[in-house]
Nanobody, 119 residues
Framework: QVQLEESGGGLVQPGGSLTLSCVAS????????MGWYRQAPGNKRESVAS???????DYSNSVKGRFTISKDNAKNTITLQMNSLKPEDTAVYYC?????????????WGQGTQVTVTS
């Protein structure tokens, strides 16, 4: 069991920046993969960025070069730094923890935080 709590969402103009944080209820040192997903109205949830326990990162093509995922084991926190935001980035962003590779029942989700990019 791990609880995830996101924060940092809000309203921003195109080209602006936001930082999302996800704080876990326990140590994240041994969690296989942590990451961020997003879901816009009428769309399916999609992966945005992830970081593994070994420090490897991965990004979707739509955000690569603009978003950066970071992991702070001491603070049990992952962060998504979002720069050069576009209206199409508007979505609810969810923190995810995949504790054991290949075992879906050990997937945990945060409650989500709204990001709105508009002029």
């Amino acid at each position: 069991q791990v609880q995830l709590e996101e924060s940092g969402g809000g309203l921003v103009q195109p080209g602006g920046s936001l930082t999302l944080s996800c704080v876990a209820s326990r140590s994240i040192f041994s969690i296989a993969t942590m990451g961020w997903y997003r879901q816009a109205p009428g769309n399916k949830r999609e992966s945005v960025a992830s970081v593994t326990s070994s420090g490897n990162t991965d990004y979707s093509n739509s955000v690569k070069g603009r978003f950066t995922i970071s992991k702070d084991n001491a603070k049990n926190t992952i962060t998504l730094q979002m720069n050069s935001l576009k209206p199409e980035d508007t979505a609810v962003y969810y923190c995810n923890a995949a504790v054991i590779p290949g075992l879906a029942k050990y997937n945990y989700w945060g409650q989500g935080t709204q990001v709105t990019v508009t002029s």
